[in-house]
């Protein structure tokens, strides 16, 4: 049976069963439903589980390949929402490299795993996170951007030198663009 768009979109945003939502899903995928912000409703419901986030959004970024990168970036920010809980901040990481790899042009992955750093606890995630920017910046076309976010991390753990490296680079970036 074809379900309607709107009734879709009702089932992914107000359903608390799983098997519901799978089937809707499955459904909406066999009657080639491309419109992704409708997708989103469905990994946003709270009622899934990690697990479940992920498959789904996988399995949307497969199918989906030109929307890949947005896919990835929404989800990191749901997982982002519960980056108090050491798997969801590792979730959050993971969904944010796979955005910057599927376009590392774009400077907002960049971004968010900067704002997912911590300065309270030296956590395995934070080298992650400055290995990944560090091996991966020379892609991005807005550098002046990330450099700027660098240098306000490094000033935050008080390092002033490193700080100052990174506004001395953005600035030159920023000129560098215009």
């Not at 049976?1 to 098997?19: A, G, K, L, T, V």
């Not at 947005?70 to 980056?83: A, C, Q």
Request: hydrophobic share 35%.
């Amino acid at each position: 049976m074809n379900r309607h768009p709107d009734e879709i979109e009702h089932i992914f945003r107000n359903s608390n069963s799983p098997d519901e939502l799978f089937d809707t899903f499955r459904k909406a995928i066999t009657n080639r439903i491309s419109d992704i912000e409708l997708y989103k409703i469905l990994l946003a419901n709270p009622i899934l589980s990690g697990e479940e986030l992920k498959m789904y959004t996988e399995h949307l970024s497969k199918v989906f390949t030109d929307n890949a990168f947005d896919l990835f970036m929404w989800t990191g920010n749901i997982f982002s929402n519960y980056s108090t809980e050491y798997e969801r901040l590792e979730d959050s990481i993971a969904y944010f490299v796979k955005a910057l790899y599927s376009n590392p042009k774009m400077h907002e992955p960049y971004c968010r795993l900067l704002q997912l750093y911590s300065h309270d606890l030296n956590l395995p995630t934070n080298k992650v996170i400055m290995d990944t920017i560090e091996g991966c910046i020379e892609a991005v076309d807005k550098k002046s951007i990330v450099y700027t976010e660098l240098a306000k991390l490094y000033e935050r753990d008080g390092d002033k030198e490193k700080s100052a490296e990174c506004r001395q680079l953005a600035a030159k970036y920023s000129r560098d663009k215009c």
